[in-house]
């Protein structure tokens, strides 16, 4: 075991030299046996000059509308749409971060600005008025110290103009933070959190956290061999987490899952900077698993969304010992497809197709897609359901809207409808390619209306051209369903929880197109495997059981 452990600071207000400020999460420096590089800390020294731009642009468009009574700042002109440029995928992921950030704390940072007299002001027009909220709450946030000049940096000129301005009244910034607590009765900064937002991350921050073995260039033995050397234990289940604990998923057992509070170590080590152990939410394990387990050899796997390049390198990983091929849509431009392919190399991926065609627009006649007869299909959902949906929404360049609704917790009503309409129409669509023989589709939502009810109105649409061979819904190969068990039933449903993020996931397959992908090359010689199934139920589990599993045989199912 290593020699001490890291000292998890929650986040909360230091006070120093009677100034309070916004702290975020951090570690202790360690000591002990676990292996840590030095990685600079993002924000610790300010941002560049583009990502206060950036932040504020998105924070215009994401901050909470007041009613008249209540306005208190004037953001000027809201109509449209802002363009965000990024120089890259971090500085997309910080400016997200430091709007959201504001977003949370809008209320207060609003109220110190009136407070202290800084706002209104003749030099700083009502357009630049996100630019400095946000700037503010990063000012807090450094404890009012000057922020780094980074090398290279382009700037700004209204950036440089708000920053000396909330320089020039620093004093009386931290003067009206202290009267606003005060105010308020808050024994900490927490305390202007909207709650919905600060349950959700008191979650996150408690949930176990999931990460992959990408056994293209380790082994899971290897793994384990490497972190009990740095003073892991592996335990049988999540109740028994001691801090530099492990323990196997139950679902997947190429996925490892650890306490939270281990996310920045193991972040730090050789096995996640060399690509061998990759963090990701646990409901695309799930997926890309179950797409595996339907997939049979030789025979191709269409990715109906781009999403995170960490689930298509996974379900590349898990079809390692097959010839498949996996064909992923909506890769739009040639620099992204560059991207995306050196990142797969980089993590020993071969097999995989980019196409620039959304999921939508290819035919189901395609001759590039012969082969394939397995859809994943991981639509664009709430995400409300997910461990970390602020993580889940960046990492897969999702709607970043829904960053408004994660602020109030739900989703509104109109939203919801368009998401199932387009999540129906994606599900229809894939029910229109004949040689396809299984759909896996699979959110992170907690609404029926994104879940199953998209899957039965799919199933009830009949928009299937071969009328023989109609689709029906098969238990995942994580379910445990009875004979007496309904299709809603059937459905694979992980609940959030304290301990596990939320998953929902339905399989989807065309009658009596398992019992052809049993046919195999058995000579005459071999006798055929026999069952006598009592229904349709359990006929579904045994073959699911032999799916993948069973070579030289033919197996022949008697009634």
Same mark, same amino acid.
């Given at each position: 075991m290593p020699d001490s452990e890291s000292n998890l600071e929650?986040?909360?207000?230091?006070v120093i030299n009677g100034t309070s400020v916004l702290s975020e999460t951090k570690i202790s420096d360690e000591k002990g046996s676990v292996e840590k590089r030095a990685v600079p800390q993002i924000g610790k020294d300010g941002y560049p000059d583009s990502i206060y731009i950036n932040a504020a642009k998105i924070f215009q468009g994401l901050r909470t509308e007041k009613s008249s009574g209540k306005i208190l700042l004037r953001y000027g002109d809201t109509s449209g749409s802002p363009t965000v440029a990024f120089k890259d995928e971090q500085s997309r992921r910080v400016s997200y971060e430091l709007a959201f950030k504001t977003l949370k704390y809008q209320d207060l940072l609003e109220e110190v600005l009136v407070e202290s007299k800084v706002y209104?002001?003749?030099?700083?027009?009502?357009?630049?008025?996100s630019l400095l909220v946000v700037m503010l709450c990063?000012?807090?946030?450094?404890?009012?110290?000057?922020?780094?000049i980074f090398a290279e940096e382009e700037i700004v000129a209204e950036v440089q103009e708000v920053g000396n301005y909330l320089y020039s009244y620093e004093t009386k910034l931290a003067a009206a933070l202290a009267r606003c607590r005060i105010k308020h009765d808050a024994l900490s900064i927490e305390y202007f959190v909207p709650e919905t937002i600060l349950k959700q991350e008191q979650r996150t921050s408690a949930l176990p956290i999931c990460f992959w073995i990408n056994t293209f260039k380790i082994s899971l033995e290897d793994v384990i061999k490497d972190l009990e050397m740095k003073g892991f234990t592996k335990v049988e289940s999540v109740s028994d987490f001691d801090h530099? *604990?492990? @323990?196997?998923?139950?679902h997947c057992r190429d996925v490892l899952v650890f306490p939270s509070s281990l996310k920045e170590e193991l972040l730090n080590l050789d096995l996640s900077a060399d690509c061998k152990l990759l963090l990701q939410d646990k409901s695309r394990s799930l997926a890309v698993h179950s797409a595996r387990a339907l997939l049979s050899e030789g025979a191709d796997i269409i990715m109906?969304?781009?999403?995170?390049?960490? *689930?298509? @390198?996974?379900?590349?990983?898990?079809?390692?010992?097959?010839?498949?091929?996996?064909?992923?849509?909506?890769?739009?431009s040639s620099a992204k497809e560059e991207e995306l392919m050196n990142s797969f190399s980089h993590m020993g991926c071969t097999?995989?197709?980019?196409?620039?065609e959304d999921f939508t627009e290819l035919r189901p006649t395609d001759p590039r897609l012969e082969k394939a007869t397995v859809i994943l299909l991981i639509p664009q959902c709430s995400e409300l359901g997910a461990g970390n949906p602020m993580e889940l929404i960046?990492?897969?360049?999702?709607?970043?809207d829904l960053l408004q609704d994660l602020f109030q917790g739900f989703v509104s009503e109109d939203k919801l409808r368009i998401l199932a309409e387009r999540q129906l129409n994606e599900l229809l669509h894939a029910l229109k390619f004949n040689k396809v023989q299984a759909i896996v589709y699979c959110t992170c939502s907690v609404y029926p209306e994104e879940n199953e009810l998209v899957v039965k109105k799919a199933l009830e649409s009949g928009v299937e051209r071969d009328k023989a061979r109609r689709y029906r819904l098969i238990p995942s190969i994580f379910s445990t369903c009875s004979d007496s068990e309904s299709s809603t039933e059937m459905f694979f449903k992980i609940e959030p929880s304290e301990i596990s993020s939320g998953c929902f996931l339905a399989v989807l397959e065309r009658e009596f197109s398992r019992y052809k992908?049993?046919?195999?090359?058995?000579t005459a010689s071999k006798p055929p495997v026999c069952f006598s199934l009592p229904s349709t139920t359990i006929l579904n589990k045994i073959i699911s059981q032999f799916h993948g599993a069973v070579t030289g045989e033919t197996i022949t199912l008697c009634s």
């Open positions: 929650s986040s909360d207000v230091d209104p002001s003749y030099s700083i027009p009502d357009e630049l008025t990063d000012l807090q946030d450094r404890k009012f110290q000057n922020r780094k530099y *604990t492990y @323990a196997v998923d139950q109906a969304h781009l999403g995170s390049h960490l *689930t298509i @390198a996974h379900m590349s990983v898990l079809t390692n010992d097959s010839s498949s091929s996996i064909f992923v849509c909506g890769v739009k097999n995989i197709s980019l196409l620039h960046l990492s897969e360049h999702g709607d970043a992908s049993f046919q195999s090359t058995a």
